[in-house]
């Protein structure tokens, strides 16, 4: 059974559209992430949501925009998509505990290409 | 913010040898994670090791919290364990997990 899953796996589309990302986690965890990893491998958070409420916002435009319509769900909408934005996007889950954390599962990632 | 340093950026073995790689963090931490990405992309969790010692077959890990460094064993490398190797760490109050730059691990036949 997947644990974290993701779709689309890839995402080919022009400049200017508006395109969504979907995460869905089966482990019961109550905080979900959006990661970004760059050309050069850098992993970077964007968001955090723990059961629904959004706990982490990085400096990420306003273009996007994270929703979690329960804790099992995370989606990741961006408009106005830019060549910049052009990456592996990866969904995680983990359980938070009281001050710490444990062990965070990614999902395969969407690689997105803005042409 | 927290600074996560991994050295080397870069190692190429031959099948068979071992290997360290380190990963430096700059202030205290509630945990410490190593990941595999391999060639496909996808981000495998190895250890969740904020101190002490594990090992899991061929790897094994060792956070010294104290000193701010956490270690990762390969012994015996494969082809199969190239791939980029992150180091993770969560602390307190920040509820995020900063990541290294990674170390990219290429083993030869």
């Known amino acids: 059974d997947t644990a974290v899953s993701q779709t689309p796996k890839y995402l080919v589309t022009q400049m200017g559209n508006d395109k969504s990302i979907k995460c869905e986690q089966n482990?019961?965890?109550?905080?979900m992430y959006w990661y970004k990893q760059d050309s050069k491998k850098f992993l970077k958070i964007m968001f955090s949501y723990n059961n629904k409420e959004l706990i982490i916002n990085e400096t990420v435009p306003n273009r996007f925009s994270p929703k979690s319509p329960d804790k099992a769900h995370l989606n990741l909408h961006i408009n106005s998509l830019e060549l910049g934005d052009s990456a592996v996007y990866f969904c995680?889950?983990?359980?938070?505990?009281?001050?710490?954390?444990?062990?965070?599962?990614f999902g395969p990632g969407t690689r997105l290409l803005v042409l | 913010g927290i600074q996560v340093e991994q050295s080397p950026p870069d190692l190429i073995l031959q099948e068979g040898a071992n290997s360290t790689l380190r990963c430096n963090f700059s202030?205290?931490?509630?945990?410490l994670q190593w990941f595999h990405q391999n060639p496909w992309g996808q981000l495998i969790n190895l250890f969740y090791?904020?101190?002490g010692t594990k090992q899991n077959g061929r790897l094994s890990a060792t956070t010294v919290a104290t000193e701010r460094y956490s270690l990762l064993y390969i012994s015996s490398s494969q082809t199969t364990d190239s791939g980029v190797y992150f180091c993770?760490?969560?602390?307190?109050?920040?509820?995020?997990?900063?990541f290294g730059k990674g170390t990219k691990l290429t083993v030869n036949p």
């Open positions: 090791i904020p101190s």
């Open positions: 995680a889950s983990s359980q938070l505990g009281a001050g710490a954390q444990e062990t965070q599962y």
């Open positions: 202030d205290s931490v509630n945990n």
């Open positions: 482990l019961g965890h109550d905080t």
């Open positions: 993770a760490v969560f602390k307190g109050g920040s509820e995020k997990l900063v």
